[in-house]
């Protein structure tokens, strides 16, 4: 996986294979959730709880973190490597 905003294709998946992008976000109902970006359509997804996206890898693709309410102050989170 890339990191947020940086487009990247799947250059090891297969050519006639799709990738199923699987949305599953457990934030809370004020925060803005993600956004899914398929370049070459020209199309975005909001990335809600228990929704899909199916798209060939080998197209360029991104996503947008979930954003807070202006004001919310992020919880440090331990780093578990």
Same mark, same amino acid.
């Given at each position: =996986?890339? $990191? $947020? /905003?940086? *487009?990247?294709?799947? #250059?090891?998946? &297969? #050519?006639? *294979? ?6 599953? @976000?457990?934030?809370? &109902?004020? !925060? #803005?959730?993600?956004? $899914?970006?398929?370049? /070459?359509? *020209?199309? !975005? =997804?909001?990335?809600? +709880? =228990? @929704?899909? @996206?199916? $798209?060939?890898? %080998? @197209?360029? %693709?991104?996503?947008?973190? +979930?954003?807070? +309410?202006?004001?919310?102050?992020? +919880?440090? =989170?331990?780093? &578990?490597?």
């Amino acid at each position: =996986m890339g $990191f $947020f /905003g940086e *487009g990247h294709t799947d #250059e090891g998946d &297969d #050519e006639a *294979g799709l990738t199923c992008m699987i949305s599953n @976000s457990r934030i809370p &109902d004020d !925060y #803005e959730s993600g956004h $899914f970006h398929l370049f /070459g359509a *020209g199309v !975005y =997804m909001k990335l809600k +709880p =228990m @929704s899909a @996206s199916l $798209f060939s890898g %080998h @197209s360029k %693709h991104s996503g947008t973190p +979930p954003i807070a +309410p202006k004001g919310v102050r992020l +919880p440090k =989170m331990p780093i &578990d490597i």
